[in-house]
């Protein structure tokens, strides 16, 4: 049992100014707790409103997974299905037949072909058309730079400028009999949307780390 | 007439005579604040813990992740609290009439329902019957709710209360030490304090557990924000309650020092160590990544050893177990080293990609030692094998001498912790009988112990039949008289007692014939004989003997 030292009869047995001190320290202690409460607060609701950024492309592109097959589709960058699959074959002629002039007149025509990014079709083009101005998501903001929010090749806690940013991938199904069942990459320019691909949307939090906002056809 | 002190072990339960009217009986079984052992301490410690509940279940309510999907649940725990709650509101309103507040009114029931804790009661249940007939909106609803949590009032008044008459003669100062630390001026509004801050150090640990669940963080990461920043101030302000109240302790009573020494206690680096994480990353998260610190939000959990003597039993076998421990640590480190430098021997030839270095092969040889076995450093080579087989069996054996040695310290830690208690017991009974401040501190301690009611009573007659054999001394060894001077003299009175008693009843002059003539005792102990004998009555066997001065060479 614990014997405690409260013997002698104190002569003031209100708070000494001692004892005021110290409660106006404690107010002080509970302000400050608040106030950076309040900034933890603010910090968090940042990374809310990133996470808000990522839900509002995963709702558009959800909502036009199935529409943006169909005729008339907008934007028509966006658009994929066979009518897209047919420009993508005319433009992919046409490339070559600009290489073969080109090889021709360079006197190369015995080396192998090579034409530049096919741009009809392509994420690039897709990605443009939606944040350019008067786009769909055009109005989104990076919550903690406060700047148009942009796409980032990868969350990276050691480089904070990439917090709020955001990451578009996409998942690719291995051939039968590998080790993994899809691969994850970053969905580049040149990459094709004519069919519909698996699109992993995540955000990058207050310390840049990822969060993964939704996985879906798009 | 005073009240006889009474010992109560850790399932002490009162038995409440069933010969009493039924309301009678069942206030005492159940509400009676005045008998210790009834079931009110259970009752309020449900019902808090049932209002505690409902504040969770309306602060989730507004997250619609988490209410929308689980509506069902959020209904049944609401209807479950309100049938409780009414339960308790009806049954309090029944025993009215018997209530100690109550009974010797006019209208006692009358006056209970319009008593403060009564409105409260019928506040936290009204709003849930109300929408039952009126449409009410779902947010005053919600708001109304609330009003249970007045329904804590009800155990916190009365420790107020308790508490104010405890402590009337006491400074601001120590009034606040007797909420933060455990004295004898705490009573129940310490135990509030304390389970407040109980619940603080689980809700918090909890967050940190399922902050870690990233489906669950997505949903709820403000909320966790919000829940961290709470415990933050809570346990920031225990913090520097703790060192401004700690000089009211024995040996910190130094203004400065006093505070210094209670800043380095274990508990007090513990206490520093649950809240830095959020001020550093409050401060520091722009200059470096700080999120693992957030693991270390876990340490909040060790508060919780403040209130248990496990760590502390612990502290103490491992302490007084330490050479032995230490020995077999070394005795397992010279394996280690020779079976892994042996390993490296036999096998880097055949694998030096797996066996590649010493420090390698330590890492296999104590996945050996230990009995794991994950099979990805395996020996290849037949001496490797071999060596393998006589690890893994010395293994068996040298990783149960810690172990086994921990479990038996642990056994003889309560033995000794039981022993003390007894040897209390002993020195309480030095007066006779137990007062009821030594009750109250023998059945603290026998709680703590969990010690039952009946082997608390046995210690307690083994103690006092000892104390009984202590006062006899007659009955200790002749070595144990002598230790102590004062039993000494007692003893050297009885004993002479004795042989004058002796002299009174036997034949004094055949004794002297007997004694002389056959040189049965020396002449200094004849003389003491006569010395004795000089000053006693005459006796029936020795008439006309007595007052007889001794001879002066005997003497």
Redesign the interface.
């Known amino acids: ?6 013997t002698s ?2 002569k ?5 100014w001692v ?1 005021i001190l ?1 409660l106006i ?2 107010v002080g ?2 302000v400050s ?2 106030l ?6 603010e ?3 940042k ?2 409103s990133s ?1 808000e950024n990522g839900e509002a492309w995963v709702k558009w592109m959800t909502d036009s997974s199935d529409s943006r097959f169909k005729e008339g589709f907008q934007p028509a960058a966006c658009a994929g299905g066979p009518a897209v699959a047919g420009a993508v074959d005319k433009e992919r002629k046409e490339l070559m037949r600009a290489a073969r002039i080109a090889a021709k007149k360079a006197g190369t025509e015995d080396e192998p072909i090579t034409i530049g990014d096919i741009a009809t079709g392509s994420w690039g083009e897709c990605f443009k058309a939606l944040t350019q101005k008067g786009g769909p998501l055009s109005n989104l903001k990076n919550a903690f730079s406060g700047e148009t929010l942009t796409l980032v090749a990868k969350c990276d ?2 480089d ?1 400028s990439t917090a709020g940013g955001f990451m578009l991938e996409k998942n690719v199904t291995t051939p039968l009999g590998s080790a993994v069942p899809t691969v994850t990459s970053t969905l580049a320019d040149n990459d094709s949307i004519v069919d519909k691909i698996n699109v992993r949307v995540t955000i990058c939090d ?2 840049a ?1 990822p ?2 906002i939704a996985e879906f056809d798009f | 007439m005073t009240e006889e002190p009474q010992l109560r072990g850790a399932d002490y339960k009162v038995e409440i005579p069933s010969g009493l009217p039924f309301k009678e009986w069942l206030y005492k079984w159940l509400l009676d604040p005045e008998i210790e052992g009834n079931h009110l301490e259970t009752v309020d410690k449900w019902v808090g813990l049932l209002i505690v509940g409902n504040m969770f279940a309306l602060l989730f309510e507004h997250v619609p992740a988490v209410f929308e999907p689980n509506k069902l649940w959020f209904h049944l725990f609401d209807i479950v609290s309100v049938v409780v709650f009414t339960a308790e509101y009806l049954t309090r309103l029944y025993l009215a009439p018997v209530d100690h507040e109550f009974k010797d009114k006019r209208f006692p029931t009358l006056r209970y329902i319009f008593s403060p804790f009564a409105i409260i009661d019928f506040l936290a249940i009204i709003p849930f019957y109300l929408q039952s007939f009126i449409a009410v909106d779902l947010r005053i609803l919600r708001a109304l709710r609330l009003l249970r949590i007045l329904k804590l009032f009800r155990v916190i008044i009365p420790a107020i209360h308790d508490f104010r008459i405890a402590n009337q ?6 009034k606040m ?1 007797a909420i933060i630390y ?4 705490g009573g129940k509004l310490h135990e509030l304090f304390d389970s407040f801050i109980v619940l603080w150090v689980v809700v918090s640990v909890i967050a940190v557990i399922f902050e870690s669940v ?1 489906s669950i963080h ?1 949903i709820l ?2 909320e966790f ?2 829940v ?3 415990a ?2 809570v346990f ?2 225990e913090y ?2 703790r060192l ?1 109240t700690c000089v ?3 040996g910190f ?1 130094h203004a400065i020092m006093g505070r210094i020494k209670q800043a380095k206690q274990t508990s007090s680096i513990i206490d520093f160590l649950a809240i830095l994480p ?2 550093l ?2 401060f520091l ?2 200059l470096f ?3 693992f610190l957030r693991v270390f939000r876990l340490m909040r959990l060790l508060k919780l050893t403040r209130y248990t003597e496990a760590t502390a039993t612990l502290g103490k076998v491992i302490a007084r177990e330490w050479p032995f421990m230490a020995a077999s640590g070394f005795i397992m480190l010279l394996l280690v080293v020779l079976t892994a430098s042996l390993g490296y021997l036999f096998e880097h030839e055949a694998q030096p990609d797996k066996f590649e270095n010493i420090p390698q092969s330590i890492y296999w040889a104590v996945i050996t030692l230990a009995s794991v076995g994950y099979g990805d450093l395996t020996p290849v080579t037949p001496m490797g094998r071999a060596m393998t087989i006589i690890l893994a069996l010395m293994g068996i054996g040298i990783f149960a001498i810690p172990a086994a040695l921990l479990s038996a310290a642990f056994s003889d830690q309560l033995r000794i912790d039981r022993e003390k208690l007894l040897n209390r017991l002993y020195e309480m009974l030095s007066a006779g009988k137990l007062s009821m401040e030594d009750a109250d ?1 023998i059945n ?2 026998a709680k703590r112990l969990h010690i039952s009611e009946e082997e608390l009573q046995r210690l307690y007659e083994r103690a006092k039949k000892e104390r009984e054999m202590m006062d006899d001394i007659s009955a200790l060894p002749i070595h144990k008289i002598a230790a102590v001077p004062e039993h000494a003299v007692e003893h050297y009175k009885t004993l002479i007692a004795e042989i004058k008693e002796l002299s009174l009843m036997t034949d004094r002059a055949r004794f002297e014939e007997l004694a002389i003539s056959k040189d049965r005792i020396t002449q200094t102990d004849l003389a003491l004989w006569r010395v004795i004998q000089s000053n006693l009555p005459l006796s029936k066997n020795n008439p006309g003997e007595g007052n007889t001065p001794p001879p002066q060479s005997a003497v």
């Open positions: 049992m614990e014997q405690h030292a409260q009869v104190p003031k047995l209100g708070p000494t004892d110290f320290f404690l202690v509970l707790v608040t950076l409460g309040r900034l933890a607060y910090e968090g609701m990374t809310e996470k806690p050691g904070l207050k310390g780390y969060t993964k | 003669d006491r400074t601001f100062r120590q030490h455990p004295s004898e001026y990233q997505y990461n403000i924000v919000i961290d920043a709470i933050v101030g920031t302000v520097f309650l401004y009211e302790e024995p009573q959020f001020f990353e409050v998260h722009h990544d700080l999120r501190i603290r301690e």
